[in-house]
C-alpha cells in the first residue's frame, strides 16, 4: 500500500481546522469555493478574486477496516488514491467512477457512476456517514438516521449544501483479474431488452456478470462488454490499455479480454474514453512519444482547459474558414425501454460516436423496498436506467444560438422523461430545473444548514455558472 495515502485522524482534523479557517476568512456575500488543483466539470464558471476554500491536507484516506469492509475517506481524495489504499487487502468501493481524479466528496455530490451501478447503483448509496461543511461554518456529522434530510439532499447538489470532508464507504471483495466478454448488438430493441435482462439476472449466456457497460459506435453496431471478477491464474497474457493498446477499439477487435482489475478500473482513463485522439495520442507514433505517465484524463482535461482559455481551436477554424462547432459534452439518463429512441433521435440529430451505455438501478441491499430516494435526482426504484454519455464538439450553422444543440438534447431528454447530470453545461429555465432536481427539498435543507446563504443555489451553479 502506498504510505502517502494513509493520513491518520491527527492530519485529518488539522486539515479540517484549515478548511474552517479559510472558510471564516471569505467575506459575506462573496463566492464560496473550493481550491482544487484538479475538476472534472465541464461548465464555464464566472471568475471570481476571492481565495478558495483551503482542501490542502484533505486528499487521503484516514483509515481502512477490512473486517467491517468499511473505509473513512477525506473528501478530496481521487479514487486513484482510495483504489490504491484498498485494493491490497482485495477490496474496493462499491462504485469506482471511470477517470482517476474524481474525488470521493465529488462523486457523491456529483453522481459519479461506473461498470458496477446496475447492482450497486451510484457512490452516494454506499455512504454510511460523512462530515459536511455547511453554510453556517460548522461540520455536521450526517447518516440516515442523524440528520438525514441533509444525508438525502447532499447527493447531486454539486456544493449547493456544503462540501464533505469526511466520509464513510462501504467496500466489496474483489479479486485480482477481470475477464471480459464484448458482445455485439446490431439491433437496438434486442441491446435493451438485454440491459433489462442483464441487471435483474445479473449474468447473460449462463456466465455471471458483475459489472456491465456498452458502446455504441453505429446504428447496427454496439456492444455491451460484461466483466466477471476472477481469481483464476490467468491463462492468457493480461492486456495493457496505458500502453500502445487502446481499450475502446479493443471492443471491436475481441471477443474476450483480461485485464489486471486496477488496469480494468482505469481502462477509460488513459484515453478519456476515446477523447485523447483529439490531442493526436491515439497515432501510434505520438503514442510512443507520449510519456506514459501523461497519456491521463487529467492531462487531456488541462489541455482542453488552456484550448478554452485561449481560443486556440476556435482562431485555427476561422483561419481555415470551418465552420463553427458546439461543445457537446454530457451524461443523460433515460429509462431502458426508452433507449433506443433516444439513440435514434440522436443519430439524426447530433450524430456523434462512439456514445457510452451504462446501465443503473436504485440500490435496494436488502430486496425489494429496501433502497431510499434521493430528492435532487429522483430515480424510480425497481427500474432500470441507462446513463449514455457523449463527448466531442459537432458543427453548427453561422449565427446558431448559444447551445442550441444541448438545449435540444435536454428537450428531448425531458421528453422521455430522463435526467442529465450537471457536470457540464445547463440551459433548463428555474421552473423545468426545479421539477427535475428537486429544489424545494434543497431549498428546506440550506435555510437550515446555510441561514445566511453563503453557498449559491444549485440553479445558480449548474446553470447560472456561478
Known amino acids: 500500500m502506498r504510505s502517502d495515502v494513509l493520513v491518520g485522524a491527527t492530519a485529518h482534523e488539522a486539515g479540517v481546522r484549515r478548511l474552517r ?40 484516506v484516514i483509515a481502512i477496516d477490512p473486517t467491517a469492509r468499511t473505509a473513512d475517506v477525506q473528501g478530496m481524495c481521487t479514487y486513484e488514491r482510495l483504489v490504491a489504499a484498498t485494493l491490497p487487502y482485495g477490496l474496493m468501493p462499491l462504485v469506482v467512477p471511470q477517470l482517476r481524479t474524481i474525488t470521493l466528496g465529488g462523486a457523491v455530490t456529483g453522481l459519479g457512476i461506473e461498470s458496477t451501478s446496475f447492482r450497486n447503483g451510484l457512490p452516494h448509496e454506499s455512504v454510511l456517514e460523512m462530515d459536511v461543511l455547511v453554510g453556517s461554518g460548522e461540520v455536521v456529522t450526517t447518516s440516515p438516521t442523524h440528520e438525514p434530510e441533509l444525508f438525502a439532499a447532499f447527493p447531486n447538489s454539486y456544493g449547493s449544501l456544503g462540501y464533505a470532508t469526511r466520509l464513510r464507504i462501504e467496500l466489496e471483495p474483489v479479486p485480482g483479474h477481470v475477464a471480459l466478454r464484448h458482445v ?24 455471471r456478470v458483475d459489472a456491465v457497460d456498452g458502446t455504441v459506435f453505429a ?67 505520438v503514442r510512443r512519444l507520449w510519456p506514459r505517465r501523461w497519456r491521463r484524463s487529467d492531462v487531456y482535461h488541462r489541455l482542453v482547459g488552456w484550448d478554452r482559455r485561449f481560443g486556440i481551436v476556435d482562431r485555427i477554424d476561422r483561419a481555415r474558414d470551418r465552420p463553427a ?50 430528492p435532487a435526482y429522483p430515480l424510480e426504484p425497481g427500474q432500470t436506467y441507462v446513463n449514455v454519455g457523449f463527448w466531442g464538439t459537432v458543427p453548427v450553422g453561422a449565427g446558431a444560438a448559444d447551445g442550441v444543440v444541448n438545449r435540444a438534447i435536454e ?3 425531458h421528453a422521455l422523461g430522463g435526467h442529465k447530470s450537471l457536470y457540464s453545461e445547463a440551459f433548463y429555465d428555474p421552473d423545468t430545473f426545479a421539477a427535475l432536481y428537486g429544489t424545494a427539498a434543497l431549498d428546506a435543507v440550506r435555510a437550515t444548514y446555510d441561514p445566511d446563504e453563503r453557498f449559491s443555489t444549485l440553479y445558480e451553479k449548474a446553470v447560472r455558472r456561478r
Not at 455485439?184 to 456466465?207: H, N
Not at 446504428?219 to 476472477?230: F, R
Not at 489486471?260 to 474514453?273: G, H, V
Not at 425501454?337 to 433516444?342: G, H, N, Q, T, V
Request: proline share 8%.
Open 21 to 60: 479557517e479559510s472558510f471564516a476568512a471569505v467575506p459575506a456575500g462573496e463566492p464560496v469555493r473550493l481550491a482544487k488543483r484538479t475538476s472534472n466539470l465541464f461548465r464555464p464558471r464566472g471568475r471570481v478574486t476571492t481565495p478558495g476554500l483551503d482542501v490542502s491536507g484533505l486528499d487521503g
Open 219 to 285: 446504428p447496427d453496431e454496439a456492444y455491451l462488454t460484461l466483466a466477471t471478477w476472477t481469481d483464476e491464474p490467468p491463462a492468457t497474457p493480461t492486456s495493457d490499455y496505458a500502453g500502445q493498446q487502446i481499450y475502446y477499439r479493443s471492443i471491436r477487435e475481441r471477443r474476450d479480454d483480461l485485464l489486471a482489475t486496477e488496469d480494468y478500473l482505469w481502462r477509460w482513463d488513459t484515453d478519456w474514453f476515446w477523447c485523447s485522439g483529439a490531442f493526436g495520442v491515439q497515432h501510434p507514433v
Open 184 to 207: 455485439r448488438f446490431t439491433d437496438r430493441t434486442a441491446l435493451a431488452e438485454a440491459i433489462a435482462a442483464i441487471s435483474l439476472d445479473r449474468s447473460y449466456d449462463g456466465g
Open 325 to 374: 462547432r458546439e461543445r457537446v459534452v454530457q451524461d443523460i439518463e433515460v429509462t431502458v425501454e426508452r433507449l433506443p429512441a433516444f439513440l435514434d433521435w440522436f443519430d439524426e440529430h447530433v450524430g456523434m460516436t462512439p456514445v457510452w451505455l451504462c446501465p443503473l438501478r436504485l440500490r435496494e441491499p436488502d430486496g425489494p423496498g429496501s433502497g431510499r430516494t434521493w
Open 411 to 413: 428537450e428531448q431528454v
